[in-house]
């Protein structure tokens, strides 16, 4: 059997759903199981709605009516009944996140995040589900939390392995054995042990389909984008990029760690362990090769990738009293940010001072930085890059930083990260 992922922009509108439905009529011989998540930009709108509920700013229900009409929209292009079930059961999932927000907020932010986001993925399948059905594509609607469960890390949970496994065998094989061969579930959401809903991190659909290749032993994983396979660039940054066809396992993580958007960072280790190959291709153009991740290959062509992060924060931490930064320290400094929950991207250390960039979190690292400042001496740039270079060579470097102020550089054998900002005039 074979995990499909389709990520949002794959069921952004009617036409890609239908789309979608043209893809897996090409593969109606294949047990399939379908990972889907949340339709367009429809996380960030949710996301909206949680900051308006949770931090009483604005208005919650309205943000939501618009994301309800959003998908009804979709529904009554692709239905011509428009009393078919699917109306109902979306409207359902909808009045359920409704009655969150009449609720007064007392739990964490991550508990009500993942409560309310999750209705985005929730949703989608519901409405892929339903089309598949209707054009003779027949499936079995899953929901995904009755077998992945997590603990109870909002927002960033954290699979159960044993647990996740035993029911997957005991409710998703029997489902690809029956009538449909194929099952359609959701990305992104768990359960915790509670029956809570957690989510594992954003973007993190494609973990959840490696997730149910690791469980189920898939024979190969496909990921559907919009672009022709992994490219060595964001072609929003580097005109000139190029397709991989073929990618190490070991420079696939490489690149997914450093931040490359194509294939979420926690993917490639559930598929490296069972040495399932993972397919990245085209949504737009089906048939075309993509790229294959696999085990035992030379990353083709080899040339230099290029990741690029805006909106980063470059923090420069010193002690107060000139002393080294030494391993009192910087056990000090990693507990504030783990306690934060405040990822970083770039370390680097002196004798008397540690640098370290990471996403710019509105919510996270101010209180990171007070934090901070009870103990040590704190400096900082905002609006900075953090480059990435796998595979470089210094000329290009030197293209990349011209007309450029290099604020920190690391570099090993293969790989290059630069933190810079345009050169202030």
């Known amino acids: 059997m074979k995990v499909f992922k389709f990520g949002g922009a794959s069921v952004k509108d009617a036409a890609s759903v239908k789309n979608v439905a043209a893809i897996l009529t090409k593969f109606q011989k294949e047990k399939l199981l379908v990972v889907v998540s949340a339709m367009g930009k429809t996380t960030n709108a949710l996301e909206k709605v949680v900051n308006d509920f949770f931090y009483q700013k604005g208005n919650a229900h309205q943000a ?23 109306f109902g059961e979306v409207q359902q999932i909808f009045d359920s996140t409704a009655q969150i927000l ?3 907020p007392e739990g964490s932010f991550g508990f009500y995040y993942d409560s309310i986001v999750s209705a985005g993925e929730l949703v989608s399948t519901k409405i892929v589900s339903a089309h598949l059905n209707e054009s003779g ?22 699979v159960d392995w044993m647990q996740s496994s035993a029911l997957a065998h005991d409710i998703v094989i029997p489902l690809l054995k029956g009538e449909n061969s194929i099952v359609l579930t959701q990305g992104f959401i768990g359960c915790d042990s509670e029956n809570h809903t957690t989510t594992l991190g954003r973007e993190g659909s494609d973990y959840s389909a490696a997730i149910f290749a690791y469980l189920l032993d898939a024979e190969e994983m496909y990921i559907w984008k ?72 030379q990353t083709k062509p080899l040339i230099p990738s290029f990741i690029f992060k805006n ?20 056990a000090k400094i990693f507990e504030l940010f783990a306690s934060s929950g405040v990822k970083i991207n770039l370390m680097q250390n002196s004798a008397i001072s540690f640098s370290v960039c990471m996403d710019m979190d509105e919510f996270k690292i101010p209180p990171l930085t007070e934090a901070l400042k009870q103990d040590f001496k704190v400096l900082y740039n905002t ?3 953090l480059c990435t270079i796998r595979h470089y060579y210094q000329n290009t470097i030197d293209t ?17 990260q630069l933190v810079i900002r345009d050169i202030k005039k």
């Not at 594509?137 to 954290?158: A, Q």
């Not at 990349?400 to 290059?416: D, F």
């Open 383 to 385: 609006g900075v890059m």
């Open 311 to 330: 909106n980063q924060v470059l923090i420069s931490i010193s002690a107060k009293d000139f002393s080294f930064i030494a391993e009192d320290n910087l």
């Open 137 to 158: 594509i027949n499936n079995s609607w899953l929901d995904v939390r009755t077998v992945l469960k997590t603990d109870s890390t909002y927002r960033e949970g954290k």
């Open 400 to 416: 990349l930083t011209a007309g450029k102020e290099i604020l920190l550089e690391q570099r090993s054998r293969n790989t290059a």
């Open 226 to 297: 919009d672009v022709p396979g992994v490219l060595n660039a964001d072609p929003k940054f580097y005109s000139d990029a190029q397709k991989l066809d073929q990618i190490s396992y070991h420079d696939a993580i490489e690149l997914a760690y450093y931040g490359a958007s194509v294939i979420h960072p926690k993917t490639i280790k559930p598929l490296e362990n069972k040495n399932i190959p993972l397919y990245v291709k085209s949504f737009l153009k089906p048939d075309a090769s993509g790229t294959v991740v696999r085990t035992g290959v």
């Open 64 to 86: 939501l009516d618009e994301v309800r009409n959003f998908h009804i929209t979709i529904m009554e292009a692709l239905f011509e009944n428009k009393q078919h079930a699917v």
């Open 102 to 104: 009449n609720t007064k």
